[in-house]
């Protein structure tokens, strides 16, 4: 679980609002007004779907709980399992690997060992895992740029906010009293389109990124375990070159 989410995102909201009531503001009154979350979401969501492809916006549905609930990348579980199927190889032959299908639960890492069960060259699996890899991976980043996309019109839908409130205002300008309170709501509607694209959608955007390159990376030492395997390499000698994917 990937709590920083939750806390950053509630320290940086904690931050606004409290530092805005230190300097004498009413964050409650002021900030809390409802056309400006219409507009800002509104707005902002609507512009992002418009320019986002549908089996985009499926991915980043399906990503967007990574936030929360990252992939797990367990590096020493796939090292181990890599050599064990190299020691299964060298003793029973690459046919045998056949019966270890049952257990890869990950359809990327199954295609692969069945690859090489079927005694396909090293050349041809690295083509084909390579070639998918680069596929999920410029998929996955659709939701990350989803995101970023979301940041990047959120203030401008802001500002559009804030030049539709001042027309109201200045629709009736009857009571001058009342333009100090109004001009101030106004302005409300750009202060949201900037928090919600530095608050929300810019960082999530930024972290979907990370846990996509690190499967990836993750799906790169599955690649290079298969041909070490392929290539009749020793068990000792794999798990020595596997190895150097680990930071320590």
């Avoid at 796939?78 to 003793?91: L, N, Y």
């Avoid at 991976?137 to 939701?143: I, P, T, V, Y």
């Avoid at 629709?171 to 001009?183: E, M, Y």
């Avoid at 799906?219 to 020793?234: T, Y």
């Amino acid at each position: 679980m990937d709590f920083l989410t939750i806390i950053g995102i509630a320290v940086a909201m904690t931050g606004i609002f409290y530092g805005h009531q230190l300097e004498g503001g009413d964050a409650i009154g002021v900030l809390s007004h409802p056309m400006s979350y219409v507009i800002i979401l509104g707005g902002t969501i609507g512009a992002t779907l418009t320019q986002t492809p549908l089996p985009h916006l499926i991915r980043t549905i399906k990503l967007t709980p990574w936030l929360i609930k990252p992939p797990s990348n367990d590096y020493p579980a796939m090292i181990g399992e890599i050599v064990e199927w190299s020691q299964t190889a060298r003793k029973e032959g690459l046919l045998a690997l056949e019966d270890k299908l049952e257990t890869v639960t990950d359809p990327f890492t199954r295609k692969g060992l069945q690859m090489l069960a079927s005694a396909r060259e090293p050349q041809a699996i690295r083509a084909t895992l390579e070639a998918e890899l680069d596929a999920i991976e410029e998929l996955n980043m659709s939701a990350s740029k989803f995101y970023e996309a979301a940041g990047a019109f959120a203030p401008t839908i802001g500002i559009i906010g804030a030049v539709m409130g001042l027309i109201m205002i200045m629709s009736d300008l009857t009571d001058p009293s009342k333009l100090g309170v109004g001009i101030a709501a106004a302005f409300v509607a750009t202060i949201y389109g900037l928090m919600f694209a530095n608050v929300f959608f810019l960082p999530m955007g930024v972290k979907l990124k990370v846990y996509i390159l690190a499967q990836s990376k993750y799906r790169e030492l599955i690649i290079e375990g298969l041909l070490l395997i392929a290539g009749g390499e020793n068990p000792r000698f794999i798990e020595e070159q596997l190895s150097s994917y680990v930071a320590e």
